[in-house]
């Protein structure tokens, strides 16, 4: 049997590249001077769906919330072979915290169909790993989260192996199930090169929007609305024939409730932001002898680290 698989991806700013310049003066990150990717975890996620397909047959939906730009890692996913990609973005999902993204996640995935959702264990930038289990609730799913092994998928039953940092689980869940994905689970396959040739012109509206805007700027200012959306519509009708416009939903199109979207639906409120500066100090080793550990033990007595 097939399995309808959603897979959840997040563009994230590339935290490994933080350097003088991609630091504001108040310390908080400042997105345009960072390479956006693909968030790793998410990565994984999207193997492991891809596999469940490659051996049980079914399809694979990815989705992603965010800007327009967002759309880069919806066509990364395409060369990867995903069936389908969906982009939602809205202004009035702007502030979302992690409470508001699953809601407006749960929305979306509430349209398609579905019998295993997927998401990375966490994201690089918000790095709370929060979404993924409180997208279960909303949706009424089990979640296996720390996901590192598929033990087995047969029929409505998936039994899987979670870390839990000392040793693991293996624990079995009836279908439909979230999981969230690590990344001992799999090695993420490569772009394939003729989906590449085939997808590297796949746009979603809002990149169209933004392209012919750009290119009409300053030109004709009082009728370049209309020329706008003109353009816009005949390049998306080209793409959607070509099968290369990508799907972009806005919370209207998935029935949210914009009481629990955005500024509105987010309880987190950020009182304050530091930069805190990690700094080495002075060590001691430890020799691995019996006599070694016993003077560190009773050193740490000492100074009531343990009692
Ligand atoms: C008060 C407040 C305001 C904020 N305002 C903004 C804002 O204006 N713009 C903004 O970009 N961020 C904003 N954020 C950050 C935003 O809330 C988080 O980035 C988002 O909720 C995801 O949380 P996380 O990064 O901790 O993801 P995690 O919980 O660590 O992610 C776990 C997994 O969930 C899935 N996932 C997470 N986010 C998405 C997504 N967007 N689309 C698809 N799958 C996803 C992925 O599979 C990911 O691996 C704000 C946060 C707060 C607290």
Redesign the pocket.
């Known amino acids: 049997m097939g399995y309808d698989c959603v897979?959840?991806?997040?563009q994230?700013p590339d935290t490994k590249r933080i350097t003088g310049e991609a630091m504001t003066e108040e310390g908080t990150v400042n997105r345009a001077a960072l390479p956006a990717i693909f968030?790793p975890?998410?990565l994984n996620?999207l193997e492991q769906a891809l596999s469940i397909r490659d051996a049980h047959g079914g399809t694979v939906t990815l989705?992603?919330?965010?800007?327009p730009a967002a759309s880069e890692i919806l066509r990364e996913g395409l060369y990867r072979g995903v069936d389908r990609a969906i982009l939602?973005t809205d202004q009035r999902a702007?502030?979302?915290?992690?409470l508001?993204?699953?809601y407006i996640?749960s929305c979306a995935i509430r349209k398609l169909s579905y019998d295993i959702v997927l998401?990375?264990?966490?994201?690089i930038?918000?790095?709370?790993?929060?979404?993924?289990p409180q997208?279960a609730e909303k949706l009424s799913l089990p979640v296996i989260t720390y996901m590192e092994e598929l033990i087995s998928l047969e029929g409505k039953t998936i039994r899987v192996r979670r870390n839990i940092g000392n040793g693991y689980q293996v624990v079995e869940a009836d279908l439909p199930v979230l999981l969230?994905v690590t990344e001992a689970a799999n090695t993420p396959r490569p772009p394939m090169v003729k989906k590449i040739m085939k997808y590297k012109k796949a746009r979603s509206k809002s990149e169209v929007e933004q392209e012919v805007k750009n290119l009409l700027q300053g030109d004709f200012e009082n009728y370049a609305a209309e020329l706008e959306a003109q353009q816009v519509e005949q390049i998306c009708s080209e793409l959607k024939e070509k099968g290369l416009l990508i799907e972009q939903w806005n919370l209207d199109d998935i029935d949210a409730d914009l009481n629990w979207c955005g500024r509105d639906g987010?309880p987190?409120?950020?009182h304050r932001i530091e930069s805190v500066v990690l700094t080495g100090s002075e060590y001691k080793e430890i020799p691995p002898t019996e006599e070694g550990i016993n003077q560190l033990v009773a050193e740490l007595i000492e100074d009531h680290t343990i009692g």
């Open positions: 897979v959840c991806a997040k994230v968030n975890e998410d996620a989705i992603t919330m965010g800007l939602i702007a502030a979302s915290d992690t508001a993204t699953s996640l998401c990375g264990r966490q994201a930038d918000g790095d709370t790993a929060q979404v993924g997208l969230t987010s987190t409120k950020v």
